[in-house]
């Protein structure tokens, strides 16, 4: 009896320590309470966080005694020792800086931001309240070396560190560790189908590549969103935003943002949560009329094809297609549509979130599910300007976790909804009110009939076209709007614009930290593995035959060791190695080494060397898409033949004996090519076959993708000058293998190279324009650096400040048809001024940027973008008896349009008034 005794006493003992609960309030100086403060047992990963009211609960495993450490963004940190059970900790934080906030994304493991072995930018709840943009994802655009692409008003695209369209792949975007991106085009859509503002519990952003961590997908920058758990953050919370936008081509529009948290502890151990959001406004309206960059013309041109008018890219040389002398050498192109006449311009966004929490031993052990849903209306510009109506993504995740380990598996599937290609819109209401060869042949008819009567070549062409236009679709007429309506409804590219998709991936991830076994070394190890379904139908992939599925996985681990040099100096090493292997390609590995020196806790010095790679992705390997003005054709060896398609054979063609219609696959443009400038500088070399320069065709003949390789080099600074904070870094990027697309030109008949008949087929226009997706001969390198100052001045102002250089180094004109995409500027600054309480409860900010002028590089069209400057501001109320506050916000304050790209709308200015009420 009495063995027993001991035994209940000791297993007793075991149970307490077990169960040590400390509880407590965290307030600043002036007694307000801090939401989402940091309570982490010291030594360890456990931990929790404050709620809206600032208050905490932890239960901890750990032998007494020991020491908590509470941390929260902009105050100093504290570390209080806890001897005893139950024991009531109450904190108060004094004002400190940004560099005591914790971040895990550097290293999968909590660590102050000070700390960190790479450059992490964090946007936690305090930036969030305080951004003077429309909402907390536009708000990344302040941070230090981002860039943010506005594709249209809910569609916007970080960049960090360049090479990045709209369809930035080398950039990974994870909400709750789940990847964000579309499965149909391998990039996150901005936050369309993202986060609800009121669930943000933080965000990290790292610029450089991250593959040694978090595999091929980040390979130049990744963005973390984790939002509140329900265990920590319970009740009603909700906004509304109503305001304006405000264009020069759109005019006035409303704009509204709603947004509603219900979270509820049902127990220590179940709880669960609902998000809902709905956004609604009206796009920036696209009006760019001039001629697609580098053609000068004008809409008097005869072979105009407009930026933002759709349809004038079905063009043809009217001599080579009538056979006839008398008829000039020229491309004309037919009549197309306005945008403003093939979309409405509505954008939406609506979405949902809801998270069952299951803790079944009240502690750290924790099973989730967590499910998203979101739709909505968009543009989106690729290789051309799409209608994105009704698309839907949804996410299903199932995780188990504690603080030292994860185990989750997700599944992401899209479905395109009621999405069109506005281009191919406009091409196929044409040719269903008259087709194009028939267009063209009453044009070349009118135009000999107007010469031999005695006009001018330009009076000529003016009633070549008025004859050809006879009976014209015009916008509003039942006639376009039938037309329209066949056209948006219609998957073949042939006779229609609507495309397809039911894509879906299937990821797991693991990872494991060791370091609470042991002190020697922290060691974490993890993996990771993916399948593809690709299922657009054909009409972007060459999945008409079914889906095409393929594989992918990864293991990596990580060893980190802190070594404390003398009583003011330590020294934080990390190494870490991942290993990723694709179904299509050879294993790579990806290791990285840096290295953290801390003096007097108030200076760092980083660097680390760290190399990366990106496998193609599904559209560079079995895209199958016709863009118009030329074919996109992945390089999978499966893919080459998969894609056909029939073309037509001009006159001068047909005389060579070559039949009236040929057959050609995309192996043609990998194998049977010339360099696309090489047949524009051939054409332009004379008018006929006798009087060209065959010499200048290049042949082209695109190598198959692998994956691509970058080795990135980084030395960063962080400290603390008196009352000046100073963040600061360098790259340098060596790329290898850089993806990208050629354009070639493939003829229809002959062999490229060899100077038979092929070169007769490039002169009788009878060739087809690809773009293929390839790797660099060339070197690809990129250099830069930035540097952030942030200050405390007139007795409690934020002051902040950053600088960011970044260039690219590629010899454009030796490799002119290799597209890069670098897309960024050289030079840009940013600064802020505010105060969380200028006077008792109200704020205010003012966020300012300026871009450097650079050179957009994009499938849809390259161009220079003008240097801009833009004034955000915003002023807040805290109303603490409704738990509540007011902001007044107005981005672009200036109102000076601009815009990031060639082809989108011009970004007018937003005005609005928001309500947020919090844990009611």
């Known amino acids: ?292 960059p580098g053609t000068g013309d004008t809409r008097e041109s005869v072979g105009y094809d407009g930026i933002n008018v759709y349809g004038d890219l079905v063009s043809t040389n009217i001599r080579t297609a009538s056979g006839l002398g008398i008829i000039p050498d020229v491309v004309v192109s037919r009549t197309g549509y306005e945008e403003r006449h093939l979309t409405d311009y509505n954008a939406e966004s609506i979405k949902a979130d809801w998270g069952l929490y299951f803790r079944p031993w009240e502690n750290d052990f924790e099973i989730q599910y967590i499910g998203k849903y979101g739709t909505g209306n968009t543009i989106y510009q690729g290789s051309n300007r799409y209608n994105i109506a009704g698309f839907s993504q949804q996410q299903h995740k199932i995780e188990v976790r504690n603080d030292n380990f994860f185990v989750r598996g997700y599944v992401v599937s899209d479905d395109a909804g009621d999405s069109y290609d506005m281009v191919f819109t406009g091409v196929n209401i044409l040719n269903a009110w008259k087709p194009h060869a028939q267009w063209f042949q009453e044009y070349i008819g009118a135009y000999a009939g107007a010469t031999l009567g005695g006009a001018t070549d330009t009076q000529a062409h003016v009633a070549a076209r008025a004859a050809a236009e006879t009976g014209r679709f015009e916008p509003g007429t039942p006639e376009f709007d039938a037309a329209f309506e066949r056209s948006i409804n219609d998957p073949s590219l042939l006779t229609g614009s609507k495309f397809q998709d039911q894509s879906k991936y299937y990821h797991s991830d693991a990872n494991y930290n060791f370091s609470h076994l042991w002190d020697a070394v922290d060691v974490q190890v993890g993996g990771s593995y993916r399948k593809y379904s690709l299922n657009s139908s054909g009409t972007i992939y060459t999945d008409f035959d079914g889906p095409i599925d393929y594989s992918e996985y990864g293991i990596y681990t990580q060893l980190q060791k802190e070594l404390e040099l003398n009583e003011d100096m330590t020294l934080k090493l990390t190494a870490s190695a991942r290993y990723d292997k694709s179904e299509f390609f050879d294993g790579f590995l990806s290791p990285r080494i840096s290295a953290g020196l801390t003096v007097n806790r108030n200076h760092n010095i980083r660097a680390s060397l760290q190399t990366g790679f990106r496998n193609p992705t599904t559209q560079d390997l079995f895209i199958g898409l016709d863009a118009g003005a030329r074919v996109l054709v992945g390089s999978a060896p499966t893919n080459l033949d998969r894609y056909e398609r029939t073309h037509n054979v001009n006159p001068g063609g047909i005389a060579l004996g070559q039949p009236a219609t040929i057959t050609q696959t995309g192996r043609a443009a990998y194998e049977n090519s010339y360099l696309n400038s090489s047949v524009i500088a051939y054409l332009a070399s004379g008018n006929t076959v006798g009087t060209r320069d065959a010499s200048l065709l290049e042949v082209g003949n695109s190598d198959i993708v692998t994956p691509e390789k970058i080795t990135s080099m980084e030395v960063g600074y962080r400290g603390k000058l008196d009352k000046v904070i100073i963040d600061m870094s360098i790259y340098y990027n060596k790329y290898q293998d850089f993806i990208s697309g050629e354009i070639v030109s493939a003829p229809l008949y002959g062999t490229a190279g060899t100077n038979d008949i092929s070169v007769d087929a490039i002169s009788n226009r009878d060739y087809k324009d690809y773009q293929t997706y390839s790797n660099s001969e060339a070197d690809v390198n990129s250099y830069g650096g930035s540097i952030g100052l942030d200050v405390k001045v007139l007795g409690g102002f934020d002051l902040g400040g950053s600088y960011t250089y970044t260039k690219q180094d590629f010899d454009q004109a030796a490799f002119p048809d290799f597209i890069t995409s670098f897309n960024t500027p050289e030079h840009k600054t940013k600064l802020s001024f505010g105060n969380t309480e200028v006077v008792k409860n109200i704020g205010f900010n003012l966020a300012w940027r300026w871009s450097d002028n650079y050179y957009w590089q994009a499938t849809f069209g390259n161009g220079d973008i003008p240097a801009y400057h833009v004034l955000d501001a915003q002023v807040n109320f805290k109303i603490p008896a409704l738990k509540s506050s007011l902001k007044l916000g107005a981005t672009n304050l200036l109102g000076d349009e601009y815009f990031t790209a060639i082809g989108v709308g011009s970004i007018g200015s937003m005005y609005y008034a928001s309500w947020t009420i919090n844990n009611l």
């Open 1 to 292: 009896m009495k063995t027993i005794l001991k035994l209940f006493t000791m297993l007793f003992c075991v149970a307490s320590f077990a169960q040590t609960t400390i509880k407590g309030k965290i307030i600043d100086n002036t007694g307000l309470p801090l939401p989402g403060a940091n309570i982490v047992i010291v030594g360890t990963s456990t931990g929790t966080v404050s709620d809206f009211d600032g208050n905490y609960t932890l239960t901890a495993t750990q032998e007494l005694p020991f020491s908590i450490r509470v941390s929260y963004a902009g105050f100093e940190p504290q570390t209080i020792e806890i001897t005893s059970n139950n024991q009531v900790v109450d904190v108060t934080l004094a004002e400190g800086n940004s560099f005591d906030e914790v971040v895990i994304s550097a290293s999968r493991t909590p660590e102050r931001i000070f700390e960190s072995p790479v450059t992490v930018e964090r946007f936690g709840l305090k930036e969030i309240k305080n951004t003077a943009s429309a909402s907390f994802y536009e708000g990344l655009e302040n941070l230090k070396g981002v860039d943010v692409n506005t594709n249209s008003l809910t569609f916007k695209s970080i960049n960090t560190r360049g090479f990045a369209t709209f369809a930035n792949t080398r950039f990974m975007q994870l909400v709750d560790g789940m990847d964000n991106s579309a499965p149909a085009l391998n990039f996150p859509i901005g936050n369309l189908v993202g986060m609800n503002e009121t669930d943000v519990f933080s965000v990290e952003l790292l610029p450089g590549a991250a593959s040694a961590l978090y595999g091929a997908n980040a390979f130049n920058g990744i963005l973390f969103m984790r939002s509140k758990s329900p265990f920590d953050f319970q009740g009603i919370s909700g906004y509304h935003k109503q305001g304006i936008t405000s264009q020069d081509a759109g005019g006035d529009n409303t704009y509204r943002d709603s947004g509603i948290r219900m979270a509820y502890k049902f127990s220590e151990k179940f709880a669960a949560k609902v998000n809902f959001g709905w956004l609604k406004g009206t796009d920036w309206t696209a009006n760019n009329y001039n001629g697609k």
